[in-house]
């Protein structure tokens, strides 16, 4: 059986090791896996801003001390 | 011709020079990586499966046991690159060699190992010895365990050898009897191409399924060791 031959393995198994072990996984590392945009909860800045603190006198009559 | 057969399995040499150098090196080539957030289908294809399969795999293990989780993604890919570009003509698998998969299979096992002994060392010990055994049997048991767990390096190694040699066999006798009949009996050719049809399907889903086995075992190994 070829596969015994241990006169190749010295070359297999040098080859392997910087392949499996430095190139490959250099290769994984530069992936780079960016996330789809716009995932972020993009209303974070949504306030109830119905009425600005400067028209609450004309909105909110009823906030002024009464006269 | 058993010296026919077993020649593809030889490491192949170009003008006396050991190609298999190139020949392992190849699968990493047919990696893409790039820097842009959007790629071409290929490079999008690919990054899908590795996120994927690493989330299939890691998932289960701890913090300790995902700091593997590089070295396990290197080792599928590899492992499932090399099987499946052994299944063209004339092409050679380095996975076939008994010696690539002795190296890849000893130290990740013996890293496991140590691992294990050196950070849960009353845990890892006690695997050596199920539950509720019967306290004669005890001695028995150890040594049997300590055996089982001696031959899961060399298991892991002849498994993968074994089978991806074994299809690559099958798949040149059948080719080599086809030869041979479609000069004689025609009919039989066609029922036999559609048996070298379905085996070569079968390659395909072993040369995947032999490279998740390699490396979900070692990952098994990995879960008990942290």
């Not at chain 1, 995932?39 to 009425?51: D, E, I, M, R, Y």
């Given at each position: 059986m070829p596969q015994l031959d241990t006169s190749t393995w010295f070359t297999t198994i040098m080859t392997m090791l910087p392949t499996l072990y430095l190139i490959m996984q250099l290769k994984l590392l530069n992936t780079n896996h960016y996330q789809p945009p716009l995932?972020?909860?993009?209303?974070?800045?949504?306030?109830?801003?119905?009425?600005q603190p400067k028209w609450t006198k004309t909105c909110l009559p009823l906030s002024q001390p009464q006269q | 011709m058993n010296e026919n057969l077993f020649?593809?399995?030889?490491?192949p040499t170009i003008l006396n020079q050991p190609a298999t150098i190139p020949i392992i090196l190849?699968?990493?080539?047919?990696i893409l990586t790039s820097k842009h957030p959007t790629n071409n289908r290929l490079a999008t294809i690919q990054q899908n499966l590795t996120q994927f399969t690493l989330k299939q795999m890691m998932t289960t293990h701890n913090a300790k046991g995902q700091t593997w989780s590089l070295m396990l993604m290197s080792l599928i890919t590899f492992i499932a690159m090399t099987n499946l570009l052994g299944l063209l003509p004339y092409s050679f698998t380095p996975t076939t060699q008994l010696s690539m998969n002795l190296a890849m299979a000893i130290p990740l096992w013996a890293g496991t190992v140590v691992l294990g002994l050196r950070f849960k060392t009353k845990n890892s010990l006690a695997h050596l010895l199920p539950q509720g055994t019967p306290t004669p049997l005890i001695p028995m048991l150890v040594v049997i365990e300590t055996i089982s767990l001696l031959i899961q390096p060399m298991a892991l190694a002849v498994r993968l050898t074994a089978n991806i040699t074994a299809g690559h066999l099958l798949m040149h006798l059948i080719g080599s009897a086809m030869l041979t009949l479609s000069t004689t009996n025609f009919s039989m050719t066609l029922l036999t191409s559609m048996l070298l049809a379905l085996l070569t399907i079968l390659e395909i889903a072993v040369a995947l399924i032999q490279a998740y086995v390699f490396t979900l075992l070692i990952s098994l190994y990995l879960y008990n060791n942290t």
């Open positions: 995932t972020k909860n993009s209303n974070l800045q949504f306030h109830n801003t119905h009425w | 020649t593809s399995f030889s490491a190849f699968p990493t080539l047919l």
